[in-house]
C-alpha cells in the first residue's frame, strides 16, 4: 500500500529524518512511534507532500508520489490529520466536512451552483458515525479539543481516503476522551477497510491498536515489526521504553 | 437576487431619477460603482483572506480600457463596457500569477508593485492614456433608444446612464452573490479559514487564489468602466495607491464577513464625505478618525456592528 | 554616448537620492524587523519632520548654527511623537489581525497629513541650507556637486555605521536584533519588550523626522510628500529585504542608480523601472537581495 524508501530531510544542517524506510501493507494498522523530535511529524510531512525528500521516494499503490503537491497527494487516497488540530474554525461543522466532499467529488470549480445542499446526505451519515450530528450547525472554533479532533477525522475521511495518516490522533485528550477517540477510529477503520498509519505518545494506545509499530530514534528506524518484537528489541527498550518507564 | 428586499433595493435606485434632483442621482451612481469595486475587493480580502494593496490597478485598467475604447475609437458601450472586464481580468491573470506565489505582507508588496506599475504608465504614455492630464471628456453611450421609451423618456442623459449602471452593477452584484455561494466560494472560505488543511482536502491553493483574483480584477475593472464614463475622464490616480487604500477602507468600514458589507461601507463613505465636505475641508482626518475609532471599537464594521445590535435586540428578556 | 562628467553627475545626483532614502527606509526596516508591521505613516513622520524644520527656523530666527538645532529639535520632536503613538494607540493593536495594523498606520497618515494641512497650509514651505554648506559646490570631474549634497553623501554612512554600532554593540540593539529574529523567546528571557517597542518607535521615527527636516532645504515642502515618499521606501526596503539592515542600505543604492540612469535611458520611464525592479525582486528572490527568508 504504503512504501517509504530510505527518505532524508535536513533543516539548516540538522538532519530530521535520515534513511527512514516504512512500509505499509493494505488494511493494516500500523503505527510510528519514537521520543520527541525523532521525526515523526517530519516523516509525516514527507509522505504527504508538505516537505519534499532530499533523498528517498514515497510509493503509494505503486505509484511514485515524491514530491507532488499535497493537494495531489491527497487526490490519490491520502487522508490525514494534524498534530496540532487542523479545522476551519469560522465554518460550521456541517459546512468543515462539507468542504472535503466538494473538493474530493471535483466540484470546487463550481462557480455557479448553491452550495448549502450539496452532498448533504453524505456529510450528515459522516457527521452521524463521529457523533457529531447534533452539532452540525455550531461554529466549529468554539467545539471543545475533543470535539474538534473528531471533526478532523470526518475532514480526512470525507476525501474517502484508502490511506489515513493521523498525526497524534490523541493529543491533549484526557484518558476517557483518548479511550473513545480510539475506539472511534479502530471501528471506522473496519467499516471503511482503510489502512491506517499513525504517530501515537501514548504506548498503551499504540500497543492495544498496531498490528505493527515502526520506531523512529533521532531520524532513523532503529526497529520494525510486530508489537511484541518491538516490544522485545533490546535497543528499543534502552533509547524509548527504557526512557519512560 | 432571491430575497424580496434586494428587489426592493434594486426598485428603489431605479426611481431615484424620479426625484428630479440632479445631485441625488450623481451621489447614488458614485455610491453604485464603489459598492461594486470594494464587493469585488471583498472576494480577495474577505472571502479568500488575501490582502491587496494594488486592487485599484485594475480599477484604472478597466476604466481606461472602456474609455480608449469609446473615445479614440469611438466604439460602442456594448463592446467597451465588457472589454474592460476581460481586460482587466487578463492583467490580473498575469499578475496574479506571480502574486500568488507569495504569502502575506508579500503578497501586499507585490500586489502594490504591479499596480504602481500601472499607475506610472497611466501617467506617463502621453500618446495613449494622455499622461498625467489624463483623458477627458468621455462620451456617454449612446442611449437615445431610452429616449423613446415611456416613463423614462423625458430624463437627462446623465439619468439614462445612472439607470443603465443600476442595471449592470444588479447584475454584477448578483453574480457574485452566486460565486460566493457556491461551491468555489466555499473552497476560498477554507484557504482563508486554514490554508494548510485546504491543501490536504485536495484543494490547489494557488490556482483557486489565482482564480479569484483574476475574478475579482475583472469585476473591479467593470466598475472602473463605468466609472470613467460617470466621471467624464479617465485619470492616472485611479490606479495610485491611495485609491486601493481608500477601497480597502470601504470594504473594512462596512465589513469583511458580509457580502454586502463592502457596498455598505462605499454608501456610508460616500455620503458622510458629502456632509463632511459642507462643513470642512479636512475630510481625510475625518475619515482617518473614523478609521481609527473603527479598528478600536468595531473590528466587524458597520455590517459586524448592525448584527451585534440586532441579536442585542433580539435577546430573550 | 553622454561624456565621464555627465555620467558621474548622475551618479552623484543618484548617491543623493539613494542616501535621503536610506535614513527613511532604515526607521521603516527597523519596524518592520522588530514588529512586522509595514508603518505607512513612517512617510509622514518624515513631511512632519521637515514641516517641524521649518517651523524651528521661524521660531529660532537668524544666528549661526541655528539650521542644524532646527533639524535636531524636528527629529526629536517626531522621536516624540512616534512613542507617543506606539504607547497609546499602536499598542492595543498588536493582538489584531495584520490588516488592522496596516489600516490604523494608514489612518495616522490621513489625520496627520491633514494635521499639518491645519497648521501650515497648502503653500509651499522652504527652507534656506546652512550658511556654512549653502551656495557652495564642489567641482569634480566636470561635475559640480553642491557641498550640501556631499554633507549628506557623507552623512547617509556614516549614520548607517553608528546606527549598526548600535545594533551589534549595546544591549538595546542585541534585544532589537533578538526580537527581529524570534519574538516569543524574548518575552522569556525577562527583556521589557513594551519598553523595547516603543524605544524602537522612537527611534524610527527620529530617523524619519531627521530625513525630513535635512530634505527640507534641498526639496520645497509641501502636502503629498509623504505619500509620494512611502511608496518610494517601500521599494528601497523590498529590494534590500523587509527588515535587513544593510540590506536597506544597499537597495536604497540601487534605488538610486537606477532612477537617475533610468532617466538617460527610458527619461519618461525611469519610476516605471523603479517599481518593475520591486515587482522582479518579490518574485525572484521576496526576502529581498540581503534579506533572509521569513519563518
Same mark, same amino acid.
Given at each position: 500500500?504504503?512504501?517509504?524508501?530510505?527518505?532524508?530531510?535536513?533543516?539548516?544542517?540538522?538532519?530530521?529524518?535520515?534513511?527512514?524506510?516504512?512500509?505499509?501493507?493494505?488494511?493494516?494498522?500500523?503505527?510510528?512511534?519514537?521520543?520527541?523530535?525523532?521525526?515523526?511529524?517530519?516523516?509525516?510531512?514527507?509522505?504527504?507532500?508538505?516537505?519534499?525528500?532530499?533523498?528517498?521516494?514515497?510509493?503509494?499503490?505503486?505509484?511514485?508520489?515524491?514530491?507532488?503537491?499535497?493537494?495531489?497527494?491527497?487526490?490519490?487516497?491520502?487522508?490525514?490529520?494534524?498534530?496540532?488540530?487542523?479545522?476551519?474554525?469560522?465554518?460550521?461543522?456541517?459546512?468543515?466536512?462539507?468542504?472535503?466532499?466538494?473538493?474530493?467529488?471535483?466540484?470546487?470549480?463550481?462557480?455557479?451552483?448553491?452550495?448549502?445542499?450539496?452532498?448533504?446526505?453524505?456529510?450528515?451519515?459522516?457527521? @452521524?458515525?463521529?457523533?457529531?450530528?447534533?452539532?452540525?450547525?455550531?461554529?466549529?472554533?468554539?467545539?471543545?479539543?475533543?470535539?474538534?479532533?473528531?471533526?478532523?477525522?470526518?475532514?480526512?475521511?470525507?476525501?474517502?481516503?484508502?490511506?489515513?495518516?493521523?498525526?497524534?490522533?490523541?493529543?491533549?485528550?484526557?484518558?476517557?476522551?483518548?479511550?473513545?477517540?480510539?475506539?472511534?477510529?479502530?471501528?471506522? @477503520?473496519?467499516?471503511?477497510?482503510?489502512?491506517?498509519?499513525?504517530?501515537?505518545?501514548?504506548?498503551?494506545?499504540?500497543?492495544?491498536?498496531?498490528?505493527?509499530?515502526?520506531?523512529?530514534?533521532?531520524?532513523?528506524?532503529?526497529?520494525?515489526?510486530?508489537?511484541?518484537?518491538?516490544? @522485545?528489541?533490546?535497543?528499543?527498550?534502552?533509547?524509548?521504553?527504557?526512557?519512560?518507564? | 437576487?432571491?430575497?424580496?428586499?434586494?428587489?426592493?433595493?434594486?426598485?428603489?435606485?431605479?426611481?431615484?431619477?424620479?426625484?428630479?434632483?440632479?445631485?441625488?442621482?450623481?451621489?447614488?451612481?458614485?455610491?453604485?460603482?464603489?459598492?461594486?469595486?470594494?464587493?469585488?475587493?471583498?472576494?480577495?480580502?474577505?472571502?479568500?483572506?488575501?490582502?491587496?494593496?494594488?486592487?485599484?490597478?485594475?480599477?484604472?485598467?478597466?476604466?481606461?480600457?472602456?474609455? /480608449?475604447?469609446?473615445?479614440?475609437?469611438?466604439?460602442?458601450?456594448?463592446?467597451?463596457?465588457?472589454?474592460?472586464?476581460?481586460?482587466?481580468?487578463?492583467?490580473?491573470?498575469?499578475?496574479?500569477?506571480?502574486?500568488?506565489?507569495?504569502?502575506?505582507?508579500?503578497?501586499?508588496?507585490?500586489?502594490?508593485?504591479?499596480?504602481?506599475?500601472?499607475?506610472?504608465?497611466?501617467?506617463?504614455?502621453?500618446?495613449?492614456?494622455? +499622461?498625467?492630464?489624463?483623458?477627458?471628456?468621455?462620451?456617454?453611450?449612446?442611449?437615445?433608444?431610452?429616449?423613446?421609451?415611456?416613463?423614462?423618456?423625458?430624463?437627462?442623459?446623465?439619468?439614462?446612464f445612472y439607470l443603465v449602471t443600476v442595471?449592470?452593477?444588479?447584475?454584477?452584484?448578483?453574480? &457574485?452573490?452566486?460565486?460566493?455561494?457556491?461551491?468555489?466560494?466555499?473552497?476560498?472560505?477554507?484557504?482563508?479559514?486554514?490554508?494548510?488543511?485546504?491543501?490536504?482536502?485536495?484543494?490547489?491553493?494557488?490556482?483557486?487564489? /489565482?482564480?479569484? #483574483?483574476?475574478?475579482?480584477?475583472?469585476?473591479?475593472? &467593470?466598475?472602473?468602466?463605468?466609472?470613467?464614463?460617470?466621471?467624464? +475622464?479617465? #485619470?492616472?490616480?485611479?490606479?495610485?495607491?491611495?485609491?486601493?487604500?481608500?477601497?480597502?477602507?470601504?470594504?473594512?468600514? +462596512?465589513?469583511?464577513?458580509?457580502?454586502?458589507?463592502?457596498? /455598505?461601507?462605499?454608501?456610508?463613505?460616500?455620503? /458622510?464625505?458629502?456632509?463632511?465636505?459642507?462643513?470642512?475641508?479636512?475630510?481625510? #482626518?475625518?475619515?482617518?478618525?473614523?478609521?481609527?475609532?473603527?479598528?478600536?471599537?468595531?473590528?466587524?464594521?458597520?455590517?459586524?456592528?448592525?448584527?451585534?445590535? &440586532?441579536?442585542?435586540?433580539?435577546?430573550?428578556? | 554616448?553622454?561624456?565621464?562628467?555627465?555620467?558621474?553627475?548622475?551618479?552623484?545626483?543618484?548617491?543623493?537620492?539613494?542616501?535621503?532614502?536610506?535614513?527613511?527606509?532604515?526607521?521603516?526596516?527597523?519596524?518592520?524587523?522588530?514588529?512586522?508591521?509595514?508603518?505607512?505613516?513612517?512617510?509622514?513622520?518624515?513631511?512632519?519632520?521637515?514641516?517641524?524644520?521649518?517651523?524651528?527656523?521661524?521660531?529660532?530666527?537668524?544666528?549661526?548654527?541655528?539650521?542644524?538645532?532646527?533639524?535636531?529639535? !524636528?527629529?526629536?520632536?517626531?522621536?516624540?511623537?512616534?512613542?507617543?503613538?506606539?504607547?497609546?494607540?499602536?499598542?492595543?493593536?498588536?493582538?489584531?489581525?495584520?490588516?488592522?495594523?496596516?489600516?490604523?498606520?494608514?489612518?495616522?497618515?490621513?489625520?496627520?497629513?491633514?494635521?499639518?494641512?491645519?497648521?501650515?497650509?497648502?503653500?509651499?514651505?522652504?527652507?534656506?541650507?546652512?550658511?556654512?554648506?549653502?551656495?557652495?559646490?564642489?567641482?569634480?570631474?566636470?561635475?559640480?556637486?553642491?557641498?550640501?549634497?556631499?554633507?549628506?553623501?557623507?552623512?547617509?554612512?556614516?549614520?548607517?555605521?553608528?546606527?549598526?554600532?548600535?545594533?551589534?554593540?549595546?544591549?538595546?540593539?542585541?534585544?532589537?536584533? !533578538?526580537?527581529?529574529?524570534?519574538?516569543?523567546?524574548?518575552?522569556?528571557?525577562?527583556?521589557?519588550?513594551?519598553?523595547?517597542?516603543?524605544?524602537?518607535?522612537?527611534?524610527?521615527?527620529?530617523?524619519?523626522?531627521?530625513?525630513?527636516?535635512?530634505?527640507s532645504p534641498m526639496r520645497a515642502t509641501?502636502?503629498?510628500?509623504?505619500?509620494?515618499?512611502?511608496?518610494?521606501?517601500?521599494?528601497?526596503?523590498?529590494?534590500?529585504?523587509?527588515?535587513?539592515?544593510?540590506?536597506?542600505?544597499?537597495?536604497?543604492? =540601487?534605488?538610486?542608480?537606477?532612477?537617475?540612469?533610468?532617466?538617460?535611458?527610458?527619461?519618461?520611464?525611469s519610476i516605471f523601472a523603479v517599481f518593475?525592479?520591486?515587482?522582479?525582486?518579490? =518574485?525572484?528572490?521576496?526576502?529581498?537581495?540581503?534579506?533572509?527568508?521569513?519563518?
Amino acid at each position: 500500500m504504503l512504501e517509504v524508501r530510505g527518505v532524508r530531510k535536513s533543516f539548516d544542517g540538522f538532519v530530521a529524518v535520515n534513511d527512514a524506510s516504512v512500509s505499509v501493507a493494505r488494511g493494516q494498522i500500523a503505527a510510528i512511534i519514537g521520543p520527541n523530535g525523532a521525526g515523526k511529524t517530519t516523516l509525516f510531512n514527507l509522505i504527504t507532500g508538505h516537505l519534499r525528500p532530499e533523498a528517498g521516494a514515497v510509493v503509494l499503490e505503486g505509484r511514485d508520489i515524491t514530491g507532488l503537491p499535497p493537494h495531489d497527494v491527497c487526490r490519490l487516497g491520502m487522508g490525514r490529520s494534524f498534530q496540532r488540530t487542523n479545522i476551519f474554525p469560522r465554518l460550521t461543522v456541517y459546512q468543515n466536512v462539507q468542504a472535503a466532499f466538494l473538493s474530493h467529488r471535483g466540484r470546487g470549480l463550481d462557480l455557479w451552483s448553491r452550495v448549502d445542499e450539496l452532498y448533504r446526505g453524505e456529510t450528515e451519515a459522516l457527521l @452521524a458515525s463521529l457523533g457529531l450530528r447534533e452539532r452540525a450547525g455550531e461554529v466549529s472554533g468554539f467545539l471543545s479539543h475533543g470535539a474538534q479532533k473528531q471533526l478532523e477525522l470526518g475532514i480526512a475521511l470525507a476525501s474517502e481516503p484508502s490511506l489515513l495518516l493521523l498525526d497524534e490522533p490523541t493529543a491533549g485528550m484526557s484518558v476517557s476522551e483518548t479511550r473513545e477517540t480510539i475506539r472511534l477510529v479502530e471501528r471506522i @477503520a473496519r467499516e471503511r477497510g482503510l489502512t491506517l498509519l499513525f504517530t501515537e505518545h501514548d504506548m498503551e494506545v499504540v500497543f492495544s491498536i498496531a498490528q505493527k509499530i515502526t520506531v523512529l530514534h533521532q531520524g532513523r528506524v532503529i526497529a520494525e515489526g510486530a508489537p511484541a518484537d518491538v516490544r @522485545a528489541d533490546a535497543e528499543v527498550r534502552r533509547v524509548y521504553l527504557g526512557e519512560r518507564r | 437576487m432571491r430575497a424580496p428586499w434586494e428587489l426592493a433595493l434594486l426598485a428603489a435606485a431605479l426611481l431615484v431619477p424620479a426625484l428630479g434632483s440632479r445631485f441625488y442621482t450623481f451621489l447614488a451612481n458614485d455610491v453604485l460603482i464603489w459598492a461594486l469595486f470594494a464587493t469585488s475587493l471583498n472576494l480577495l480580502v474577505g472571502y479568500t483572506g488575501l490582502v491587496s494593496f494594488g486592487h485599484a490597478a485594475y480599477f484604472g485598467i478597466g476604466a481606461y480600457t472602456t474609455g /480608449l475604447l469609446m473615445k479614440k475609437l469611438s466604439l460602442p458601450f456594448l463592446i467597451a463596457f465588457p472589454a474592460a472586464g476581460v481586460l482587466a481580468g487578463g492583467f490580473a491573470l498575469l499578475f496574479g500569477f506571480f502574486c500568488v506565489r507569495l504569502t502575506r505582507i508579500y503578497f501586499a508588496m507585490l500586489t502594490l508593485a504591479f499596480a504602481q506599475i500601472v499607475w506610472a504608465i497611466c501617467f506617463k504614455w502621453n500618446e495613449v492614456t494622455g +499622461g498625467e492630464q489624463g483623458m477627458p471628456e468621455i462620451p456617454y453611450p449612446s442611449l437615445d433608444w431610452m429616449g423613446r421609451l415611456p416613463l423614462v423618456g423625458g430624463l437627462r442623459t446623465s439619468d439614462h446612464f445612472y439607470l443603465v449602471t443600476v442595471v449592470l452593477v444588479a447584475l454584477c452584484l448578483w453574480v &457574485l452573490r452566486r460565486v460566493v455561494g457556491s461551491p468555489f466560494g466555499r473552497m476560498l472560505t477554507t484557504i482563508r479559514e486554514n490554508a494548510e488543511r485546504a491543501e490536504f482536502i485536495g484543494v490547489n491553493v494557488r490556482r483557486y487564489e /489565482l482564480a479569484a #483574483f483574476v475574478l475579482a480584477g475583472a469585476f473591479a475593472g &467593470l466598475a472602473g468602466g463605468l466609472f470613467g464614463i460617470f466621471n467624464r +475622464g479617465v #485619470f492616472p490616480d485611479f490606479a495610485y495607491w491611495t485609491k486601493s487604500s481608500e477601497v480597502l477602507i470601504m470594504t473594512l468600514l +462596512g465589513g469583511m464577513g458580509t457580502f454586502y458589507g463592502p457596498a /455598505l461601507g462605499a454608501l456610508a463613505l460616500i455620503l /458622510l464625505n458629502q456632509q463632511i465636505v459642507s462643513y470642512t475641508e479636512y475630510w481625510p #482626518f475625518v475619515l482617518g478618525t473614523i478609521l481609527i475609532v473603527l479598528l478600536f471599537v468595531f473590528p466587524g464594521g458597520l455590517a459586524g456592528a448592525a448584527g451585534t445590535a &440586532l441579536r442585542w435586540l433580539r435577546r430573550p428578556a | 554616448m553622454p561624456d565621464f562628467s555627465f555620467i558621474f553627475a548622475q551618479s552623484i545626483s543618484g548617491l543623493t537620492a539613494a542616501m535621503f532614502l536610506f535614513l527613511i527606509a532604515a526607521g521603516l526596516s527597523l519596524i518592520f524587523g522588530v514588529l512586522r508591521v509595514l508603518n505607512f505613516a513612517h512617510g509622514t513622520f518624515y513631511m512632519l519632520g521637515a514641516y517641524a524644520a521649518f517651523q524651528f527656523m521661524q521660531w529660532l530666527g537668524p544666528g549661526r548654527g541655528r539650521f542644524w538645532l532646527a533639524a535636531l529639535g !524636528a527629529a526629536a520632536a517626531i522621536a516624540l511623537l512616534g512613542g507617543l503613538v506606539e504607547r497609546f494607540l499602536f499598542r492595543h493593536l498588536y493582538g489584531a489581525e495584520e490588516l488592522y495594523q496596516l489600516l490604523f498606520t494608514y489612518a495616522l497618515v490621513l489625520v496627520l497629513g491633514d494635521a499639518a494641512k491645519m497648521l501650515w497650509g497648502t503653500q509651499q514651505k522652504s527652507v534656506s541650507a546652512p550658511p556654512e554648506l549653502g551656495g557652495k559646490a564642489l567641482s569634480l570631474f566636470g561635475a559640480t556637486i553642491p557641498y550640501y549634497n556631499l554633507f549628506i553623501i557623507l552623512l547617509g554612512p556614516v549614520i548607517a555605521l553608528g546606527f549598526w554600532l548600535t545594533l551589534q554593540r549595546t544591549r538595546a540593539g542585541r534585544f532589537i536584533r !533578538a526580537a527581529a529574529l524570534d519574538r516569543e523567546t524574548l518575552g522569556a528571557l525577562g527583556v521589557n519588550v513594551d519598553a523595547l517597542y516603543t524605544w524602537v518607535f522612537v527611534l524610527a521615527s527620529f530617523l524619519g523626522g531627521l530625513g525630513g527636516a535635512l530634505i527640507s532645504p534641498m526639496r520645497a515642502t509641501t502636502p503629498g510628500m509623504d505619500t509620494e515618499i512611502i511608496v518610494e521606501a517601500f521599494v528601497v526596503v523590498v529590494i534590500g529585504g523587509l527588515g535587513s539592515f544593510w540590506g536597506t542600505f544597499f537597495g536604497a543604492l =540601487i534605488y538610486g542608480q537606477v532612477l537617475s540612469f533610468g532617466i538617460l535611458f527610458f527619461p519618461r520611464f525611469s519610476i516605471f523601472a523603479v517599481f518593475a525592479l520591486m515587482a522582479a525582486v518579490l =518574485i525572484l528572490r521576496p526576502w529581498g537581495l540581503l534579506g533572509r527568508p521569513l519563518k
